[in-house]
């Protein structure tokens, strides 16, 4: 099945192993798990020491799905089920609901898998598309005007990659009202979900309030755990019901050890969210600071998220940008054509303040020959 | 994207965990990473609790690549690409290389998503059956009468599950040259492939005699470690790259900790393999001497794989004489019916000689019934 190039994918992969600065990274700060255990009193090396290697539970244990429902406000274990990583929790929600003809809307600039595989599907594609100048926020009526008779499902990430768009809680509403009119599923990635730097509490998930509402999330990013590939949905339970059936195509289980430290990580979130939490708030401060100082580069902060969209004002395409910087100073960042949009580069908010402290001058004396 | 249920793995995880004798289990007993240490000088422990926890090298790290071409005669890393276990390996091999339209021949009964799968993206199916009355063995010419113009893949489970076919490495050059004719791809799903106990040596590898030969395998059957959900393709470099693009939409990696356990294991290969021909062998033992005394079941015992498709003699569907057995004896099968083929019962060569034997004695007096 033919599928366009995954172009952020395709962009890390090929450039984030040899950087000095990774000023783009989405993930926390990954821990280990000699980190891990000084979270929790469970003796973990024991324990992961004495699994036995098999598939372990099909669906997820029990014990994991009661601590992922600790996310949430409403739902039940029925209404969760496991997958590798959220990519993969995206990738079965699509294939299990979606047949070539039908219609999806999705948000633009957005996570490329949102809209470019249901289009590999065969299913026919509406772009929101986000505007900086209205802090990338959408109206509603940007959504009312793409809707179509056969609109099978909104496809959102929020808060978004790469704009770090978030929807308030007026606004899921309304966009759950349209989402009704055309008996529409809405499937929200809300892997960026959980380090609000304003609110500092758990933002509404769409999950809470539609019942044909699907959302997905994992460790990757706020919980700074990507190496155990540990995804999730949450859905209506005839629609996790039709995903376990389909998942045994394509992932059968995540193994007992992923689901074993997926729950110590869980278990532990508040104070895995506060280290997160603390880490995003600093680089939010510090990219404040140093925007004031930088008239080469502009920027809407988002509220929550770990990523934001970095606008520099230089003539210069921003794959070019991105090499020429890498190349002369070893700062590694996503250019904004990965996410189909000119003169922006992705910008996390993840690494140690000291670090990205160093990268943000090092970028500023870089960009003093543009001057 | 409609689908047939996965009617053996459906099997599995509904009826599996409740059971006293685990006749049917395809992986060999699986082991523990306290097992796995007792096969390396490697501190396991030490380096898995320090490993940062990302993404991980997202292809594969150059170790565990070398560590799997060591199973194969020809290849190099650039032939190598990973997956999440060998169903994940043939979704990615299906989903990147096949359209819809397009035709794929595949074995009855055999492994339901190497039929199933490209049958829901639209690919017309022709299946070549075969005949317990021929060992399980087809001919050439049964695959000769199926090729089309548009024939795109033949896709193949070799051992295959349930039956336990092997094809020789004659067979599989008069396949090659059938294939060539129609410059069509051969997916061979090799998952099985490492415990002969007629040979004892490791047989021959599609990947090894045909430049459009694709393999997959995993660390869950013959290495005994399903929970690792480590799986591997292997084919040509054009093939690899398409499928590494592919795989951004799917899993993105494997993460650090399966990278590196899948190292120590592959890197063991030797040891682990003795021990899983040795527990196959003494299974295949016991069963003809059993098959000798019970006059109710037969079967062909295959060569190589860790499973094989017990007739019974009784009339009565497999999935009602599946369900009475367990709830009986706690017997657990998979019956024939989830292959598509009613009076047979997979049998798994997996467990210890005293389980097995416990399991094959209460089985038989369970049989007495329909004497």
Redesign the interface.
Known sequence: ???N??DV??W??EHETHCQYNLTET?VS?????DL?KYTDED??ST?????????P??GSSRLKKAILSLYETGHEENITMA??A??AN?LVI??L???GDHIVSLFPSYQ?MY??PR???CEVSLVVLDEEKNWMPSIEDFQKVMKSNTKMICLNSPNNPTGTCFSLDFMKELIDLAQQYDCYILCDEIYRGVNTVTKQLSPSFSDYYDKAIVTQSL?KVF??????LGWIKGPSDVIQTID??R???????????DYLGCIVLENKDKIIERSLNICEKNKELLKEWLENEPLVSCVIPDEGTVCFLKYHVNMPSKEFCLKLQEETGIFFVPGSAFGVENHLRFGFTHDYEYVKEGLTTFSKWLNQFR
Chains 1, 2 share one sequence.
């Open positions: 099945m033919k599928i190039e995954f994918e395709t890390m992969t993930c990954s821990l280990s798990l000699n255990q973990i090396t992961i020491m004495n699994i036995t290697m098999d598939y372990g099909i669906v590798h990583g990519i993969n990738e294939i299990s979606l047949e070539p898998q470019d595989f590999s599907l065969g990757s700074s755990f990507a190496g155990l590939r059936l389909r045994d195509y394509h992932i059968i289980s995540n193994g007992p050890l992923d």
